[in-house]
């Protein structure tokens, strides 16, 4: 290995341990709580060390963080994909109750990150088309990419509402029931 390769190899380990610093914060005491000092102090590295692998500071951290949430999010739907409708939602659910800081990040903190365009990164993209790989087929050709949306806006707007306390607890099972059963469902 070469004086060159090795340190990419440190340069990309130190970046994964920041990010990896912030998550573990994160998913402890919040978003808030993470700030660049304290990062520095919990991995043993100056403050201009994170900012040389993140200039954007937190927000840049944020959004590592947020895709790898969504490589993380594809493989998780990818495994349960052969359960169809019901797997597929079941695991985006406990996705996001075992991880609420990083979906937060994912769906809400991370602004910068662009959906349904283009420059889209392929991450989410496969996060994406592990939802729509169980919707395709029971939507119509001409829907699948919408019905898909709809499916996606529904599981993250339950979540979401769950989360804020917003809908009673007994029907939580009842709905995801609910929702599994419409989208499962044969368009016609």
């Given at each position: 290995m070469t004086q060159r390769q090795r340190r990419v190899r440190d340069q990309a380990e130190r970046g994964r341990r920041?990010?990896?610093?912030?998550?573990?914060?994160a998913e402890a005491e919040g978003w808030d709580a993470?700030?660049?000092?304290?990062?520095?102090?919990?991995?043993?590295?100056?403050?201009?060390?994170?900012?040389?692998?993140?200039?954007?500071g937190?927000?840049?951290i944020m959004t590592a963080a947020a895709l790898e949430g969504f490589a993380e999010l594809a493989e998780v739907l990818a495994a349960a994909r052969d359960r169809g409708v019901?797997?597929?939602?079941?695991?985006?659910?406990?996705?996001?109750?075992?991880?609420?800081?990083?979906?937060?990040?994912?769906?809400?903190?991370?602004?910068?990150?662009?959906f349904a365009r283009d420059d889209t990164p392929e991450v989410m993209?496969?996060?994406?088309?592990?939802?729509?790989?169980?919707?395709?087929?029971?939507a119509g050709?001409?829907?699948?990419?919408?019905?898909?949306?709809?499916?996606?806006?529904?599981?993250?707007?339950?979540?979401t509402?769950?989360?804020?306390?917003?809908?009673?607890?007994e029907h939580r099972d009842e709905r995801l029931a609910l929702v599994v059963a419409r989208f499962g469902a044969r368009a016609g």
């Amino acid at each position: 290995m070469t004086q060159r390769q090795r340190r990419v190899r440190d340069q990309a380990e130190r970046g994964r341990r920041i990010v990896a610093a912030a998550r573990e914060l994160a998913e402890a005491e919040g978003w808030d709580a993470v700030t660049t000092r304290r990062l520095a102090a919990l991995i043993e590295y100056s403050q201009p060390v994170l900012y040389s692998h993140f200039p954007g500071g937190k927000d840049a951290i944020m959004t590592a963080a947020a895709l790898e949430g969504f490589a993380e999010l594809a493989e998780v739907l990818a495994a349960a994909r052969d359960r169809g409708v019901a797997g597929v939602a079941g695991a985006y659910v406990e996705f996001a109750e075992a991880k609420p800081a990083l979906y937060d990040a994912m769906f809400t903190l991370a602004s910068e990150l662009p959906f349904a365009r283009d420059d889209t990164p392929e991450v989410m993209q496969e996060a994406y088309a592990g939802l729509f790989a169980v919707v395709a087929p029971v939507a119509g050709d001409d829907t699948a990419g919408t019905l898909t949306e709809v499916f996606w806006s529904t599981l993250h707007g339950l979540i979401t509402l769950d989360r804020g306390r917003r809908l009673s607890p007994e029907h939580r099972d009842e709905r995801l029931a609910l929702v599994v059963a419409r989208f499962g469902a044969r368009a016609g």
